[in-house]
């Protein structure tokens, strides 16, 4: 079992910041891969970022590549996503997400690949 709480949402004028943080408990922290993943009101969960067990690999979505940063900190049991020069289309509920199939040069960039989300927390970017 792996619980996951994030936090750091909330409203946001655009051109500016924000940074998701993500705590687990539960399984070895550094024996999975994590993601964040969003879901827009009448939209599919989708992925924005993913890091491999040992944070050496990363992989972002287009739309935010240059712009959000995800890392880990595997002593801190936390994941984070650094987001900058939001935009109105970046809000969404966003999700943090174990991969207990990861290695430490994959994560998933599937939601079905994904055994354990967090509660999610909302961002707003008003333009």
């Known amino acids: 079992q792996v619980q996951l709480v994030e936090s750091g949402g909330g409203l946001v004028q655009a051109g500016g910041s924000l940074r998701l943080s993500c705590g687990a408990s539960g399984r070895t922290f550094s024996s999975y891969a994590m993601g964040w993943f969003r879901q827009a009101p009448g939209k599919d969960r989708a992925v924005v970022a993913v890091i491999s067990r040992s944070g050496g690999r990363t992989y972002y979505v287009e739309s935010v590549k240059g712009r959000f940063t995800i890392s880990r900190d595997n002593a801190k049991n936390t994941v984070y996503m650094q987001m900058n020069s939001l935009q109105p289309e970046d809000t969404a509920v966003y999700y943090c997400?174990?991969?207990?199939?990861?290695?430490?040069?994959?994560?998933?960039?599937?939601?079905?690949?994904?055994?354990?989300w967090g509660q999610g927390t909302q961002v707003t970017v008003s333009s």
């Open positions: 997400a174990a991969d207990l199939s990861g290695s430490d040069m994959y994560a998933g960039r599937d939601p079905v690949e994904y055994d354990y």
